[in-house]
Each structure stands twice: as structure tokens, then as C-alpha cells.
């Protein structure tokens, strides 16, 4: 297993993963070690791609008392 470096990589990783998820590896397999290598780098990959901008606090507010029924 390598550092993913491109998006084909990136894309790769992602349709493995996906098909060792379908499979559902029992625990300590070389499944599931794999599925949980490939998680990490997904992560990483994405965390230093696609980062998540914090949201902006008034809309997370607005959001929350919309989920809670609230109009306030």
C-alpha cells in the first residue's frame, strides 16, 4: 500500500474501498487491515484536497432551530 498522489489514485482507493465495504470483512482479516489502510489515506488525501471550511456560525444557527421546528 502507497500514498495516494492523484485523483486517479484517489479514485481507485475509493472504488476499493467501496467493494471491501460490500464485502464486510471480518475483524483482523487482511480485508479489513486493507479497508482500514485505504480509509487513512482516503482521509488524508481528502483533508489536504477538499478541505472543510468551518461553516459560518449564523447559518449553523439558523439550520439548527430549523431542524428543531423553531422560527425564532
Given at each position: 500500500?502507497?500514498?495516494?498522489?492523484?485523483?486517479?489514485e484517489?479514485?481507485?482507493?475509493?472504488?476499493?474501498?467501496?467493494?471491501?465495504?460490500?464485502?464486510?470483512?471480518?475483524p483482523?482479516?487482511?480485508?479489513?487491515d486493507?479497508?482500514?489502510?485505504?480509509?487513512?489515506?482516503?482521509?488524508?488525501?481528502?483533508?489536504?484536497?477538499?478541505p472543510?471550511e468551518p461553516?459560518?456560525?449564523e447559518?449553523?444557527?439558523k439550520f439548527?432551530?430549523e431542524q428543531?421546528?423553531?422560527?425564532?
Amino acid at each position: 500500500m502507497k500514498p495516494i498522489r492523484t485523483d486517479e489514485e484517489y479514485q481507485h482507493a475509493l472504488e476499493r474501498a467501496d467493494k471491501l465495504i460490500d464485502v464486510d470483512p471480518e475483524p483482523d482479516t487482511p480485508q479489513a487491515d486493507e479497508l482500514e489502510q485505504l480509509v487513512d489515506l482516503v482521509v488524508r488525501w481528502e483533508d489536504e484536497h477538499y478541505p472543510l471550511e468551518p461553516p459560518d456560525l449564523e447559518e449553523a444557527v439558523k439550520f439548527r432551530k430549523e431542524q428543531q421546528g423553531s422560527d425564532e
